[in-house]
């Protein structure tokens, strides 16, 4: 059983993915992102995919900051050199902050990067206090979390991460999204298997398989595993069953999904659903809901607008921080109070 | 003839070479339903069905594996990257078994790998590259980069034809900006043929691709300034068209090469070393590069646009190189 | 069971691996190469690892083209050109030949070559009776077998070449080595799964383990996944059970393994088990072995004379055919009289 | 000071890292009880333990890919690639996504990538490799290839030390052949720096790696015949030691360029370059390139011989050179 404060922190999280992810492409499956990483400690690691900015915004991200990003601001974390949610955020070893590693486009490659975080972590804290930072022995082993869409998971870079993860019993949690479809290719021509999570049976590993679109039993499954893994027991795999309902961007029509699919997935939208959940558990009343809903919608529109009159990146420092030594600044990512802060965990 | 988009010349070189030779297949990720991320193969899976025109699975290893393994037995295997940036993720397949592959046995590897590249359309660090520097220093692959609908269809042909691998670069700035004129009956462009775009007297810019069209916008300035620039289309960058750039610089005595590559390590070094070693009582000046920046390729138009070199950055050197 | 012509040609065939075998590195699993391959019809095509020399002569190659491969000579198929077994025979369309893809060194890039040459003789039998050469209509559907050792499972390649065949429903069947080893890396360095056919699991395929030193045992798992692969039912994967005898390869001492093990496994070579069961069958006596052991023995003798003879590649040939145009003549492999010859089917 | 061998300078280097930086590991397939494929890791594991020094799977990708993440975290991962030619296996993790890092968010990924590079010791088609002209067009990474032991251990330190990503080749023919004087004390060699092995009037040899000696042994037959020759070893292939290039040639005024990789799409390309384009006014003759022939490497000893550089070769060159 959920707190309901716990409900509540995840519901306005999930109102602020919606809107924003609305304009960029995870409608239908924004509540994964957030269940998920609702199950981590706000200093543990996350590899986002383009899909899961819901799981930034759960670790803190401000929102401005994906503004910036998509507006290619130069006071964005990447000072408008990259794409949308393509932010990284790797605090100092002591501070009580989330690892962010935002995606890079060749899919599968930040399995085996995310691996080496939790690999690195854990190999901090071996070192000896003299070469810790003050406060870090405080903190929690380290556990990272990625996501991998049905695609991406027939990329040899998605195999090698996974089963260096499972053999080097890294703290990884991967969160594999069936969402029927890896841009056009439905995912019977992505895998000869039906259950997504059956890719992890060749790596030794705990895996799972979850109705995505039910918030709280990701967020139980998901859970599950990061305890797990960071008790030192390994890497493990959810599977989640969920379903994309946009084109793979702007651009795409969607005209290769069928519409029986499309209006039977309507009916289990993750928002509705918890939503229900939500009144009937009398966590939230419906006017409570709709205030969230227009709170988080004003929230992100005053966000937009802010990024909106931030400068563009100046031309002259096209060539700066190639390399170390000249380094140009880069601005830190704005945290803002998460869900972690105030109970201190997630659960 | 008609006029069409140089996209619509390989979609069209695509076709007619399916139609005509049933062993010329298709494959790629989201080829076939969707008709490709940037529509070059619509249509073709309605024409020639699904066993010709192959979604695969999102593994450039196995695309371009599997294609090697069918052009074995007989197939033309045409494999579609995405953007060709996800080349890197296939560059042990093509660099050490499709390009050996003849060499130690005798087992030729018909392929073409074709895909979008290039920048100059917002695609950020993961969605701009200009991979051909990757590749040169692997014997056994060829090399082309068209930059008119003609060459576009023209070359393909010829490299569907061809009994190499060949790595076919579409520059996805010109997908839908470019239009020519594109005969109806069947053409090919020999691989390895340069084609001088413009003659001149002054000074040689020699270039391929997109950046093709910045050298003629360059040359149309250069003529205002007094300056007469010869602009030499590569079009092959394996194997390169050795002659037509040493003609072009007996003529000319000042080259000027241009490439969208980052410099530092682009083709540029290549085509400067060949005329500095085999034109070098020709040179009347050094031998100037003008590439994009050393840097990965950024998002923000403002720094894409510095970053990529232009029609301004080709004038300045052209004059410089002719004031020398 | 198996006649007792066929197992009489099994043990010639694993004797000759045998000879030559002890001289490069397949000792104690010399058996199922053979017993594999032997399970394939003759027009199959096979890529063989480096220690799977035994499959190659199983189709037929004669001894003589693998020592000229050793020794570099001008007259071998790569003309010196490349290593040891590392030779491609691509036979003309019709013929009643087997299709060879020796081994590159980049493990797992073969796996995705078997898929596409099975995939392009699926193609071929779908080409219009003007389009394909004589005598090609009648040759069975060809089915690829790719050996792959429990190291090389590792590599995205096998992955994304496993994943493919799968979903495309490729008649290849892989066989996976668990030799213990790969290089000095004990298999449990290399994956978190106990038994290396589970690498299948991932993609949805029929995986059997079997006793690789018990050659009959191999030849039945591996016949069953090569009939079902013909008729259209797609990719499957054998794990064989077997133990790499010697090191990696002529410098490794291979003080990493433990004399415990080695002894055991000295117990189970495949030769003295397959001897044992022939005797006790009656399907040959221990003096018509000793005199098939001499046999091979000598005639292994007698090519490796024939191939110290030959010249050596012309260094004025180095830099001919790279490229198609100038064709530097390739010598065709010799076959010899294979098991298939006499009775067109192996079973 | 200690005579040693190039190989163990390499190992020395690794040891004292590892001893002085606790955040140093090394990890790569065999690295551990085996010691490496050469037996360059030989001991590190009796004395960091498996936790530091970490035998992986055949998984080239997820080598570099972890030591990303581990170097993220404050880790100095050094990665061994078994031979350098399975580099082209994580090519896209290289280039994607370690070299543009730094670039994109400020993130730097101080890994280093090391293994045995080149031919001449009957390697054949995938054991020869020369990778660098593979990477020199992404901006990003740092590439170094020493000739000495001195070099190979104060590079390695260097590189270890360093911020960003760097690739280490190390020349496997040199292992064991070369041995020379190295301090006892701590040493580092600067990324980026040449030096002149060998001063000279008449000619320039710009090389690296085992060609150094090569060029040196050339030098030798050279001066015999007059000829004074002088030999500019790089180190750094990444970034380029230009002003050292540039006053070579400014001395000299006559340039051959030297490496082991096959000659088309060579970093011979860019050396010739950038001397044809900063060093123009002091040539007094073509920029000449002596590299391997273009075609993969192959096995047999007579054919190795033909396609790799020689003393012969330089020589000859040379002589040409001189004689313009
Ligand atoms: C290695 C690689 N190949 C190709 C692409 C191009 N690409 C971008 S997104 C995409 C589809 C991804 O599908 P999936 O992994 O299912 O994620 P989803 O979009 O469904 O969330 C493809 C093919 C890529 N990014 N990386
Ligand atoms: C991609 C790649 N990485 C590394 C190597 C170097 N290497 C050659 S053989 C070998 C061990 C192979 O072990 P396994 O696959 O188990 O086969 P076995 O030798 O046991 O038959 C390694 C690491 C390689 N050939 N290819
Ligand atoms: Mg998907
Ligand atoms: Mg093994």
Partial sequence: MLARHVEERLVILFRQSKVIGGLYRSLGQEGESVATAYALERTDAILPLIRNMGALMTMGVRPLEIFRQYMAKGTGNSRGRDLNIHIVHLPPAGANEPVIVGPISMLGDSISVAAGIAMGARMRAALPASRRAPGEDKKPPLVAMAWIGDGATSTGAFHEGMNFAAVQRIPLVVIAEDNKYAYSTPIARQMAIARIDERAAAYGIPHEMVDGNDMLAVYDVTKRMVVRARAGEGAALVGVDTMRMQGHAQHDDMRYVPKAVVDEWQQKDPLLRFRRVLVERRAATDKELDDVDRMTKAYAAGEADLAVNEPMPDPATVTRGVYAGDDFAVPRVELVKSPFAEDGSSA | ?324
């Fill in chain 2, 1 to 324: 003839m008609a006029v069409i988009t140089y996209l619509e010349a390989i979609r069209q070189a695509l076709f007619e070479e399916m139609a005509a030779d049933d062993r010329v297949f298709v494959m790629g990720e989201d080829v076939g339903a969707y008709g490709g991320a940037f529509k070059v193969t619509e249509g073709l899976i309605d024409r020639f069905g699904e066993a010709r025109v192959i979604d695969t699975p999102i593994s450039e290893i196995a695309i371009v594996g599997s294609a090697i393994g069918a052009s074995y037995m007989g197939m033309r295997p045409v494999c579609e990257i995405q953007f060709i940036d996800f080349i890197a993720c296939c560059f042990d397949m093509l660099t050490n078994f499709a390009a050996t592959s003849r060499y130690r046995n005798g087992a030729g590897v018909p392929i073409v790998v074709r895909g979008p590249s290039g920048g100059g359309v917002g695609g950020g660090p993961f969605h701009s590259l200009n991979p051909e520097a990757f590749f040169l220093n692997t014997p056994g692959l060829k090399m082309v980069e068209p930059s008119t609908a003609y060459d576009a269809k023209g070359l393909l042909k010829a490299a569907i034809r061809d009994d190499d691998p060949v790595l076919y670069f579409e520059h996805k700035f010109l997908y839908r900006r470019i239009k020519d004129d594109v005969p109806e009956e069947d053409y090919v462009v020999p691989l390895g043929t340069a084609k001088v775009r413009r003659a001149g007297k002054d000074l040689s810019i020699v270039t391929f691709g997109a950046m093709v069209h910045t050298a003629l916008d360059a040359a149309t300035q250069l003529e205002a300034a007094g300056v007469d620039t010869e602009v030499l289309d590569l079009r092959s960058l394996a194997p390169l068209d050795r002659e037509s750039l040493l003609a072009s610089v007996a003529k000319t005595s000042r080259v000027l090469v241009l490439h969208e590559a980052t410099r530092t390590g682009g083709i540029g070094g290549e085509l400067a070393a060949i005329v500095a070693e085999e034109a070098f009582e020709y040179l009347d000046a050094p031998v100037v590069r003008v590439a994009s920046e050393d840097s990965p390729a950024p998002y923000a138009p403002p720094l894409e646009a510095a970053f990529l070199p232009s029609v301004d950055k080709v004038v300045a050197a052209a004059k410089r190189l002719v004031d020398y």
